[in-house]
């Protein structure tokens, strides 16, 4: 006779277990539990009009500048109160467990891995506490860094701060829907999801690709598939488990050894 399937945790463990290379991507929902309002969170306060999708644009920040640097402004400033949560912590305390098993892809653009400790966390959407210049200088050709007058950090300050000579604008350093995201880490992001023997999928709805996508290539190149979430998302098709919940709730405890 044979037993009773394990209950899901049970099997995901197991996996979590034998896996020899794991990829875990997430999503603005293992933020949620920090404080941090997911992007598809209705908005509030000054925003309570705006959709993030409509503000997360090139077009966006072209047309009105000021609304969409104030908008990141206010979530700099929000994040500047929140800490990492206890999924944070346990992906990184994984990683420090057992170097060199766990790749972490995030589309978060909030820091809070980094903070927890995760080490060589791959951030396909950017980081929103870095800027750039939105145009290359139209100077230099260039996007700064290498000449003092391209550096964004001496631009004028404003809203956004401004290139005194040509007046090109400062930008937070995101990924934009309809931009390109950044090559390297899409490319090792690619090859984590298609080497990876089990691939958690945390806190995301799964809508926004080239990120998505990742789940269905782990699956198709041969890996388990675990979704996280309290929610149904668009990845659940591809998942052989879901475990439904939160991920300050059962990463710890996929997690723990
Ligand atoms: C919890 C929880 C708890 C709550 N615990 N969970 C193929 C088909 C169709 C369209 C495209 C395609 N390929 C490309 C596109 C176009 C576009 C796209 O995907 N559009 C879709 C909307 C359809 N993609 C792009 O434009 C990308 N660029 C690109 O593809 O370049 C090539 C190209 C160019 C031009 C044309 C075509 C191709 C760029 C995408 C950049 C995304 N950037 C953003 C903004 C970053 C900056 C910022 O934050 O302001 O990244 S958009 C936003 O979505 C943000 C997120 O990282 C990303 C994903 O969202 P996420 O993390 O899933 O959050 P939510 O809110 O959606 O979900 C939260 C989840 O958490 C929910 O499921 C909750 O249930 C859950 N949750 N509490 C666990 N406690």
Redesign the pocket.
């Known amino acids: 006779m044979t037993g009773a399937p394990p209950a899901p945790l049970e099997q995901a463990r197991q996996w979590v277990r034998q896996a020899r290379r794991i990829a875990v991507l997430?999503?603005?929902?293992?933020s949620?539990?920090s404080g941090v309002p997911?992007?598809?969170?209705v908005q509030v306060g000054l925003w309570a009009n705006f959709r993030?999708?409509d503000?997360?644009t090139p077009e966006a920040f072209r047309a009105h500048p000021q609304r969409v640097w104030d908008w990141?402004a206010a979530?700099r400033a929000q994040l500047a109160q929140v800490q990492p949560n206890a999924?944070h912590v346990a992906l990184a305390e994984f990683q420090r467990r057992h170097p060199g098993r766990l790749t972490l892809i995030t589309?978060?653009?909030d820091g809070l891995h980094q903070k927890a400790g995760s080490m060589g966390v791959l951030a396909?959407?950017?980081n929103?506490s870095e800027n750039r210049w939105l145009d290359p200088c139209l100077k230099t050709g260039l996007y700064g860094q290498t000449v003092r007058s391209c550096d964004p950090a001496q631009a004028v300050p404003g809203h956004p701060p401004h290139c005194a000579e040509c007046h090109n604008l400062v930008r937070?350093d995101?990924?934009?829907?309809?931009?390109?995201?950044p090559e390297d880490v899409l490319a090792a992001a690619h090859h984590a999801a298609s080497a990876c023997e089990l691939m958690l999928v945390?806190?995301?709805?799964?809508?926004?690709?080239?990120?998505?996508?990742l789940a269905h290539l782990a699956r198709q190149s041969g890996a388990r598939v675990v979704v996280?979430?309290?929610?149904p998302?668009d990845l659940d098709e591809t998942a052989h488990v879901r475990l439904t919940?939160?991920?300050?709730?059962w990463l710890p405890l996929l997690l723990a050894d």
């Open positions: 997430t999503g603005a929902g293992v949620a539990e997911t992007f598809r969170d993030a999708e503000l997360a990141y979530r999924g589309q978060n653009v396909l959407h950017g929103l937070p995101v990924v934009w829907f309809g931009e390109m995201l945390a806190g995301t709805s799964g809508m926004v690709y080239p990120a998505a996508g996280l979430n309290p929610e998302t919940g939160t991920s300050a709730q």
